[in-house]
Every structure is written in C-alpha cells, then in structure tokens.
C-alpha cells in the first residue's frame, strides 16, 4: 500500500521514571521539595558540554519536524536544578544543531493533567495538522492520556498549544494499572482505515505495550491483546515502534507497508534504566509485533546504547529521508552538585538509525550536520602501540573534540581465552573486573579520553579481543572509574557492550565525542555505542589530553586517525 501523503511524525517529552506507591504516583528518583525552586544564582561552567542539547540552566530530562522547522519538546524545571516545577519546554532548530528556547508548550493546569504532564508523541493528520497525544496525571492520580493541537497549525514554530477539555480521550480501565500506563508512541495508519498507538505498561511484573485504535483520534479502543508483552520486565516506559528498511540506510515513515521492511520495538525498562530493543515482524492482520527468533528479548538483549543513556525515542526525518534517534544523558554526579553547578541533564548527539546488513541490529551514527562545528584537524596514520605504549593526540581541544579512528591488528593469535566463568558476567561487570589497566593479549587497546598531564585521571574506550572456542569475541568499555580523582558523590561505572563484528580484516574502528563531562562512543562503525557521564577534576579545559593507547602484548597499529576540535553551535537555546 501506498504511504499516506499525510505523515506520522515525533515528538519527545525525555521521560520522567515513575513508580507506584499507596498514595498514587511519583518520581522513582529522589524528590528535594526544599530545593525545586531553588534557583542557580550562577551557572559553573566547569563541566557543562559545548555541542550537546542543554538548556540555559536548571533541569532537563528530552524532535519533531514540521514545516522545515526540528522541535525538541523536553521537561524541564524553570526553577531549578532538580528534579520538580516540571513543564515541556520547547526548542526550534533549522540543522538540529543551533537551537532558540521557545516558551513552554504544556504545562499543568487542567483537571486531567492537574498533578503532572509526562511524555508523548505528536502525529500529523490530514491536511497538515499536528497533534500531540501525552501522559497526564489527573487529579485523582491516575495516568491518562490525553491530546494537544496548536493554537495556529499555519505557524510553523507552533509557539501556543491548547488542551481541550474533552480529555482525557484514553482512561486506564478497570484492567489496567493506572499508577503504570504512560508514554503514548506515535501514532500510524493502518489499511483498515484506523490509527493505532502503543501506551506503556505493567501488570505485577509483566511489561506491557496496550494497544489502541481510532478512526478519528477522539475515541480510542484498547484491543483485545496487548501489541507485545514479557514477563519479569516490569515496567515497559517510553516504548517505540518503527519499521527499518531491510536495505538501505533510508529511514521510514511510521506508516509505512511496503513489505520490505522488519520491525523495531524499544521499551526502556524502569527495573534496569537501560533501553532495550528486538527486531521482528508486525502482523497487521493480528496487530501482534513477534520478534525474530535471534532477536532476544529482555535484561540480556540489544540495547540502543550500553551506557548512560535512556528514555529515547525516534522520529523520521522527511527532510532528509532518514529516522533519528534522541536519547536523554542524566547525571552521574549528586543533587547537591547538580544545584551547585545550576544545571543537570543534556541530550546525547542526534543519531541516525538504520538495519544492519546482517539483518541482526541497528547501526547508529552522529547526524551529519555535527561535522559542520568541527575547527582544527590533526591527522595519525600507521603509528605502532606496543606493549603499555600511549601516544598523545596533540593540537586539538581535547575536552571539545571528535575523533575517529581505525586500529589494524597484525595477528589475533594472541586473543586470551574466554574464561568460562565469564559466561555469567554481563559486559559491565566483564570491563569492571579486567579494565585498561589489566595487560591482555590482543588489547585493550583504544583512547584514554579526558585524560590529565600524568594520567591520574583518564576515561578509556577500548576494545579487547577473547578467543571463544572457533570464534572471537570483542569487548567494548568505556570505564569511568578513573575518570576523577573525586571520591564521594559520583556514579563511577565500567560500561561495556559486546561487538558482532567481523575480524577478517584485522581491524576494529571508533568514534569518540568528548565534551568536557560527555564521552559517546560508537565502536565498529556505530555496531555497538557507550555515552558515559564523567567529572574530572585536573583533565578539564585546556588541561586535558587525549592519547591512543594498548596495552596488550600484541602489537597494534593506528593505522588513520583524525580528531577535531569542536566548535560550539552559534545559538543553545539562548
């Protein structure tokens, strides 16, 4: 069938985590009523990134393309650098780079939205008319969902949002938790002549995405089975459902039904704060997703991003014909330091999401538009690492920067044996218990990002290669436990992913972004991606370093290297 002319786009509200409790619902985190309104009197620069989303100050947590104009719609406290006081701010953007603060679009101030307006999703109907569908929580403190249209759809930054009163269009039900039933995904259009969208969900601990359709996107009806369900996942925030082209790094509308495409279902557990996907296959017919069979579902599954990194969501680009994903990048270190620095939260770098040609995971890249802040170029081709050799990359900003890099491995002869007492160790605890410090056979190897003179403060990203009875393994880590010499107060993780990656060639690529308290690594050409939040205490501004490192027994070439110094957009949110 034909794609709709009318398209089905995004919106992101970045996710408040909720849990139940006897009194109804508030934030899993920890709430400081004293200091929600507590307002920055100055905002410390040390820290705080140059090229990535933020707002001017306080609290963040979270796109949508209309009339040639990017919207990013997040919560944000006006008040403060904590949690609370939350309503969606609004930025505009032409590139996706260069952002102009708008005022709030939603903020509570109805009955059905009285005790908090959460997340959602916008879809544009028939003749070019937006609507957002978004999480409220009324005043007896059940979670429904509700609508917003612009108050001037002709306006193409969409400056004023109403909120009819014939909300809540979808209510929880006498067989669903209203305390868990939250984040309505975009809507799309099926052959039936209904629209449908996923709402969020748990049952005891069952993860739940409901399924919903309407012919006119006022009256809803839950289907008779939920689209997709799992038990022992508990709750299923922020789900998102798209389809992937199964050739070709083209994105596609969420309507899309051309039977060349699989499907992508994301939820982001509450139990983990990780974001999972599966790719499978959507049956319309039914409307039940079924994932692939190699696609495992759940705690030990794909994830978007192995790192800090949660409550995402994409959106397809029409522009550019391409789906983009958003992901929100929260603290590391303590309220009390959030308040003291007047600002908590940032967005990770925009990625561009496409099906691997195995057929078996997501790619993700930076969007393109990021190259356009890259200043300085230095430039290293075919430099020998031996054994506990590092290299400085010398005459770019090395707390601003991009660099990628491919390492070429002589041999792989030397790959340590995967201990079969591993087999029970995730990958993080993997990197944590055999770090960059620990000397392997082939690596690790990679770059000691933020790194002081002396090196008593690094963040490495690195790979190290295992030799798994007739197959290789490879381990990607970027390990913030040494990323400062601050003791107290501070989430010091070893992240890590494992590669599905091919060696034939001997070698292994990675692209760091640094900025200043942001490390996104994409290894393998975006096959498996680490964002880690750090704090270093000496390796800040012009006195950090950057080096490419190795130190395993085998030999390893940096065979081109290129970093930039990265320049700050001309307008955040200012």
Sequence with gaps: MEVPKFLSIFMLIAYLWVISNNNGVEASHKIYPEFQSLAAVKVKQLHRTAFHFQPPKHWINGPMYYKGVYHLFYQYNPKGAVWGNIVWAHSVSKDLINWEALEPALYPSKPFDINGCWSGSATVLPGNKPIILYTGIDYKKRQVQNYAVPANPSDPYLHKWIKPDNNPVVFPGPDVNASAFRDPTTAWWGNDGHWRMLVGSRRKHRGIAYLYRSRDFMKWTKAKHPIHSLANTGMWECPDFYPVSISGKNGLDTSFAGGNEKYIFKVSLDLTRYD???IGTYNRDKDRYVPDKDSVDGWSGLRYDYGNFYASKTFFDSRKNRRIL?????????TFDDMAKGWAGVQTIPREVWLDGSGKQLLQWPIEELETLRGKN????????????????????????????????????????????????????????????????????????????????????????????????????????????????????????????DLSDKKLSLRSLIDHSVVESFGAGGKTCITSRVYPTLAVFDDAHMYAFNNGTETVTVEKLNAWSMKKPAKMNS
Excluded at 326 to 334: F, L, Q, T
Excluded at 444 to 462: C, D, I, W, Y
Excluded at 470 to 499: Q, R
């Design 276 to 278: 999972y996907y599966t």
């Design 326 to 334: 958003w992901g929100w990048a929260n603290e590391s270190d303590s």
């Design 378 to 501: 230095v430039h290293i081709s075919n430099q020998e690492l031996k054994k506990g050799h590092h290299v400085e990359v010398k005459g770019v900003t090395a707390a601003q920067a991009d660099v990628e890099v491919t390492f070429k491995l002589p041999s792989l002869d030397k790959a340590e044996k995967f201990d079969p007492s591993w087999k029970n160790l995730d990958a993080e605890h993997l990197c944590g218990k055999i770090g960059s410090k620990v000397q392997g056979g082939v690596g690790p190897f990679g770059l000691l990002t933020l790194a002081s003179k002396n090196l008593e403060e690094f963040t490495p990203v690195f790979f190290r290669i295992f030799k798994d009875g007739h197959k290789h393994l490879v381990l990607m880590c970027s390990d913030a436990s040494s990323s400062t010499l601050k003791t107290e107060g501070l989430y010091k993780p070893s992240f890590a992913g494992f590669v599905n990656v």
